[in-house]
């Protein structure tokens, strides 16, 4: 793919993000009174509180941060030209479409479920939008100011925020709506990890064996994947111990381990999940 199209793709993947993000808090968080966190939840307690347009609270919020970070952040958001603009067009179409679509019927008036969905659509929208090396702004601007300025994690930053937003739901709609809240906030982080990694995990198998030799010939011939020898030694001894390692997908993990027991049945094997796995022989990204 060219470097045009490429972009263009990203920028297509961007705006079909904030798309799902407008259209998931109109139909579930919205209605349901859930301010899940982030600029979208400040927009939500600023309509029960002053009456004010949820689309035109967010742009109120989103232009300002975003010359903020231009400010303030410099290259850390200007760097690269194409992210900077990624994440201006997220940050003025996703209440764009918040406005054009205010008056869609409500997809639940069950809150439980609500926040679920909502969380899940959220997920979607923004998981999209992170893998086309962008943003939405909003508090993530925020976050990443204080995170410059105070010294503190960027992660502590955006817990700070959204906890501030959900706490104020508390007051503003009751502790149960609050509850509400922490739940999608949830099932957003999940969702957003699911679409940026996938189901597919991966094993990653360490494999300590008097035969290291003849085990890795039998990985590589009778499991076909690739070995890796790392350097090892025993704690107790200080003899060198020569460690194994191999990643296979999951439905080859039992194939493995039966390789290795045949070979050296005293073997120490060592099964983990790896979440992501780039090169030959595995899907790329």
Known sequence: MTPAKRITWEFAHVLVGAAIVAVTFNLFLLPNQIASGGVAGVS????????????????????????????LLGGSLTGSFTYGAKTLAGTIFLPYVVYLTQHWEPGTTDPLLASIMGGVGVGIGLGIVFRSHSSTGGTD???????KYTGMTLGGCVFIIDGLIVTTSAFVFGLEFALYALIALFVTGKTIDVVQIGFGYSKMVLIISSQEEVVKQGLLTRVDRGVTKLAGFGGYTNHERPVLMCVVSRNEVTKLKQVVQTIDPEAFVIVSDTSEVLGEGFKLR
Do not use: C, S
Not at 47 to 70: D, H, K, R, S
């Open 44 to 71: 939500t307690l600023f309509l029960e509180m002053f009456g004010f347009v949820p689309a035109y609270t967010q742009w109120a919020l989103n232009i300002p941060l975003f010359a903020a970070g231009v400010f």
């Open 141 to 147: 601007l925020a976050a990443q100011i204080i995170h």
